[in-house]
């Protein structure tokens, strides 16, 4: 496993701390449940290139049923 060293403002050391101690976690170990949720919380690379983008239709606007204008329109 890397092990990284970097600086905080005192405000966010302090802030770290505390939110540890609520999760009743050593502070090394809330860092990773941050990083992880903040980094493993996004769409995989060109998600929207291979699914949305692949939108094979036929070239009209998709609409909504009752939807009378195109939402990018507005």
């Known amino acids: ?7 905080v403002p005192d405000d966010f050391a302090k802030l770290i701390r505390q939110r540890a101690k609520q999760a009743n976690m050593p502070v090394s170990r809330y860092l990773v449940q941050v990083i992880r949720n903040e980094l493993g919380s996004g769409w ?4 929207f290139d291979e699914i ?14 009752g939807e009378t204008e195109d939402p990018r329109d507005r």
């Open 1 to 7: 496993m890397a092990q990284m060293h970097f600086y």
């Open 44 to 47: 995989p690379d060109h998600y």
């Open 52 to 65: 949305y983008g692949g939108w094979q239709g036929s070239g009209e606007p998709r609409k909504r049923p």
